[in-house]
């Protein structure tokens, strides 16, 4: 199983990221430069991984657990992860190409930029809220993980 650790880090580095992309990308030369390009796409691949590792790592004990309140739990987040990483698609599909971002309307691209930052957000933020401690009742001593 992932570690608490590990998955604090991807946490950390995701917020970073976002903090950081939110600066860059309101000014539209910096918001077309390589460096910017570089570290949304660190960003995105962050994201999917985070995701990704959490619904390979995290749900299969979770769902078979005897406590409907602990299934329920991993039921919720499982389906939040399908529809970020449904919606994290689409926002992919207008914005980006073959890794390249393609902006035709700057002021756009920011907006929905902004929100998809505040979905990831939230979502870390209620991980840390009601997710882990739920994985750390069910498995006893997973914070302390290496």
Request: with cysteine; aromatic share 10%; net charge negative.
């Amino acid at each position: 199983m992932i570690s608490f650790a590990t998955l604090s880090t991807q946490t950390d580095k995701i917020t970073e990221l976002s903090n950081v992309l939110a600066y860059l990308i309101h000014d539209r030369a910096i918001c077309d430069t390589s460096v910017t390009w570089a570290l949304f796409f660190e960003y995105v691949d962050n994201v999917q991984r985070h995701l990704d590792s959490e619904d390979r790592e995290l749900y299969q004990n979770l769902l078979t657990h005897n406590d409907s309140k602990v299934c329920n739990t991993a039921k919720m987040f499982l389906s939040g992860s399908s529809e970020i990483k449904r919606v994290f698609s689409q926002y992919l599909k207008r914005w980006t190409k073959n890794r390249t971002l393609h902006i035709k309307d700057h002021e756009q691209f920011v907006k929905e930029t902004a929100e998809m930052f505040e979905l990831v957000l939230r979502r870390l933020e209620d991980e840390v809220e009601h997710l882990y401690p739920t994985v750390r009742a069910v498995n006893v001593g997973w914070a302390a993980a290496a």
